[in-house]
């Protein structure tokens, strides 16, 4: 399991606990897992990709100037496609059964890998992500972008917090959910989970 918001002050310590819960003996709903975080150096720089100007995120309250540098997820992709995963699975005792996590800005970058690069995860866990980068245009080009390449039986769950906090986020998720249930080789799961907030709804 691959977390993009891998750091100690990120996700890495209350999803290892939740994995590793899940995973003792008398529990046994989870697979044993290697947990592999990758902590943060610039996530607004990795986790998008290239565009054109940022006039749109204005529109989401926030200022251009919050984005100093962005646009080079392709750069953070090749780094999991070429050096982590073959490090991993070289190094731990490891299958090719993976699963990537990532929540807002990390939820973009799961989708960019999935329409991409489809085959480096078997299972998508998508919760809030920030489909708004770019205008939505990975939601417009979704179709023309996706590549089944699938192992088989992908697996994607996606997850959206109270729509009332941010109803764009939340119609924006749903989309994604609806283009990927017309592919009949994904197994495709949504949840709303109206009692949470983009910041608590990742747990």
Known sequence: MYIPDGGIEEDFIHITGIV??????????????????????????????????????????????????????????????????????????????????????????????????????????????SLWWGDAILLKQADSLFKMQLNPHTKVFIAAPNKKEDLSMYNQARALYKLLKKHPRLITHFDYLPDELHSTVMH
């Open 20 to 129: 590793r819960f899940n995973t003792q003996p008398w529990i046994a709903r989870f697979p044993k897992s290697i947990v592999v975080g990758i902590e943060n150096v610039n996530r607004r720089r990795d986790f998008t990709f290239q565009v054109a100007n940022l006039d749109f995120v204005e529109k989401m309250g926030f200022s251009k100037e919050n984005f100093p540098s962005y646009g080079e997820s392709a750069n953070y992709i090749a780094f999991f496609e070429k050096e982590l995963l073959p490090y991993i699975e070289k190094k731990y005792k490891a299958n090719t059964n993976r699963t990537i996590i990532g929540e807002s800005l990390a939820g973009l970058l799961c989708t960019e890998i999935l329409l991409e690069k489809t085959s480096l995860f078997n299972t998508y866990i998508i919760i809030s992500p």
